[in-house]
Each structure stands twice: as C-alpha cells, then as structure tokens.
C-alpha cells in the first residue's frame, strides 16, 4: 500500500473512531424532557459547559439524569477553562472575547434585553433587577478583562460573599454561554456541534445580516419528521435500544448525515434537487424502519423537527444560493407523505439560505458537516401542511 493510501486510512479509521457529540447551550443543566431523548438517541455523546475545580471536581450541581449518564458513558462536561485559560486557544478566547463584547454592545441586543425585561428605561443595570432576572457564571469560565467591561456596562456583579462566582444580568448570561459553546466545539478534540431549543440565541450565535456583510449557508430544516422518544421514556430504555439496535440506527443516522454532506459538495440547483429527492425517498423507508424498531422495544415515540446550518463548497453554488437569498426564494421545499407507512403525518424537507457573519466563515468552511443545530420541540401529533 502507497504512503498515501496508508495516510487516508488512518485518517479514516481516525474520524470513523471520533464520538459524535453534541454540546448543549445556554444553559448547563439540559432539559430533561425531550431535547434529552432526542439528543441521546441521536448522537454518540452529549456534553455541556461544567466549570472544574483545580482538583477536577465539577463545581455545578448536576441533575440525576446527566449524572446517570456519565456513569453509562453518554455525557461529558467540557471544561470553559480550555478555551478561556489554555495558551493554545489564545487566537480562539480573543475571537471569542471580541464577538462578545461586540454583541453586547450592539443595538439589537440591547433592544432583546430591554424586551426580555419588558422596560421601557434606555438602560438595564444589574443593580435595579434581582430575583429570575439574574444568572450566576463562575470565575472559571471568564476572565478578570471581561468581567470589567461588563460591569462598566452594569450587567455583571461580584457578590462579597461568594468571589468565585459572578452574578450577570440573565440574558447577557445565556448570550455569553451560546458564543462559548461555539467556540468551545472548533477547539474540541471530538467531532463537536452545538445544539439549542433556544432559537434567539442561535441567531445571535449566528447573526443574520447583510449580503455585503456575510456569506450564504444552507439552513436545512426537517420538519415533523424524526422519530423521538416520548418525554415518559426511561433514558435506560434509550440507551437499552442503541446498544441493542445500533445498526438500525446508525443505518438511519447515516442517511441524515450523508444527505448533509452531499448538500454541502452539490455543485449546481439541478444536482441539489435531486440529491434531495433521492434523500426524500430513502426518508420514508428510513423512518418506517426506525418507528418499527422503536416499537419492537416498547419505545413510545413521536415525530418532531430540527434545523442545521450547513456550509457551501462550490463557489458556483454559493453564488446559486445567493441568487435565490437575494431573491427571497426557497432552494427546496419537499412535502413528506408518511401515510403509506401508516403514519397519519405530514412533513417537509426545507432548505434555505441565509446570510451569516463573514466571522464564521472559517468555521463553516473546515466542516463538512454541519456547524449548528437547533430542535424543535413542537408538540406531539399530526402536522397538516
């Protein structure tokens, strides 16, 4: 075997061995409900930003699930440390820093939190809310330059009492542990996307704007279409499934995630469509087989919905999918007929394109997968389109 066939083996053999995971913002403790079933089910690890002592000893209060879940191996606190402390990630925290401050400073944010607190007043300071408008970070997760520029802004607070810890002014606080999330994942070790249930904070993580101002993705949204466990499933019943049934759901999982990479290497609209119909088809049987499944283990489930960002290779397409922001149309909008395999439901395959900061190109452009996810989580039942 050549030098070079022996090189992509092992890289091969290195990316088929890295776990899947998904990191979840704003918040440390996940929901528990159905972004927890969903996210177990779906993905080879789940994580969330813990802060460690310096004895490794986790300094947030974890719920009884996610600390089952570590015993079984299916979650992983990463650590803010990495980023905000670590020389190596020097370039990444700065980057971070920037968009923060930025972000906080900017009028749409200002005017997010105004409406969160319903207050007509030009300015929010820490001092004059309390109660659930306050959110605690600590020290671990933020350096001493940040925490000034936030208390010159009036949003963050030390408490005498307690110095490891930073009380924020809530909405600063979860806008701060989205863009942490992000980058937190480009510097992980394992093949990381960050996940939310959060819509207004994936739209800060990434803004919306202008042509001249960003560059096109794909945001690729399934709709009332992927099987989950019902919110009174038992997560050792999940995982009892992916152990057992690992090759029916890998199966499954690789249709989803070999559609995304083909999106992302289509060349032209002729191409993307019928990649899409021919994703459309498989879809179906896909989703027969896994609701089979899932009922032969007694796992109740529902079909729900999730959207992933998903960045262009071909300049040409890039320029197709401009053409059709510009012009405010859809790439794709296919309807999922569900009734043949017994399922009263209806859903879509949607793709549209959106412009997002030019500051996340280098992110989208190192993956071929997709770089965000958001789950909706509508309720249970028919979906008339």
């Not at 109660?131 to 970070?137: E, H, L, P, S």
């Not at 994936?202 to 101002?213: A, Q």
Request: net charge positive.
């Amino acid at each position: 075997m050549a030098l070079g066939e022996k090189l992509l083996t092992a890289l091969e053999e290195i990316t088929t061995n890295m776990k899947r995971t998904i990191l979840y913002y704003p918040t440390i403790d996940i929901p528990r409900k159905s972004w927890l079933r969903h996210a177990l089910l779906y993905w080879d690890e789940i994580s969330s930003i813990v802060p460690k002592s310096y004895d490794d000893r986790i300094l947030n209060e974890l719920s009884p699930d996610i600390h089952y879940l570590i015993g079984e191996g299916q979650f992983r606190a990463i650590k803010p440390e990495d980023l905000v402390y670590q020389q190596d990630n020097w370039e990444a925290f700065h980057q971070f820093k920037d968009e923060f401050i930025q972000t906080v400073q900017s009028p749409v944010f200002q005017q997010f939190v105004k409406r969160q607190h319903k207050s007509g007043s030009s300015r929010i300071h820490i001092d004059k809310i309390g109660g659930n408008d306050v959110a605690r970070i600590h020290n671990n997760k933020m350096t001493d330059g940040i925490f000034h520029f936030l208390q010159q802004e009036g949003l963050a607070k030390r408490e005498n009492r307690q110095y490891d810890w930073v009380s924020f002014e809530k909405t600063t606080a979860l806008l701060y542990m989205s863009l942490l999330a992000k980058y937190l994942a480009d510097i992980d070790s394992e093949q990381t996307t960050i996940g939310t249930d959060y819509a207004a904070y994936e739209k800060f993580n990434f803004k919306r704007v202008k042509e001249k101002d960003g560059f096109p993705v794909v945001s690729f949204n399934l709709d009332n279409v992927l099987p989950t466990p019902k919110d009174n499933v038992p997560l050792e019943k999940i995982l009892d499934f992916k152990r057992k049934r690992k090759q029916n759901l890998l199966h499954f999982k690789k249709h989803l995630s070999d559609f995304q990479v083909k999106v992302s290497k289509t060349k032209s609209q002729a191409e993307l469509k019928e990649v899409a119909i021919t994703f459309q088809e498989g879809l179906v049987t896909g989703v027969e087989d896994l609701k089979a499944v899932l009922g032969d283990a007694k796992i109740d489930s529902g079909l729900k919905s999730f959207k992933s960002l998903i960045n262009l290779k071909s300049p040409t397409m890039l320029a197709t999918a401009g053409a059709f922001l510009n012009n405010k149309l859809e790439l794709i909008n296919l309807p999922v007929d569900f009734t043949a395999i017994g399922l009263t439901a209806m859903g879509a395959i949607e793709l549209t394109c959106n412009y997002i900061e030019l500051r996340n190109k280098q992110r989208a452009k190192e993956r071929e997968s997709p770089f965000s996810y958001i789950y909706q989580a509508q309720k249970y039942g028919l979906v008339h389109r």
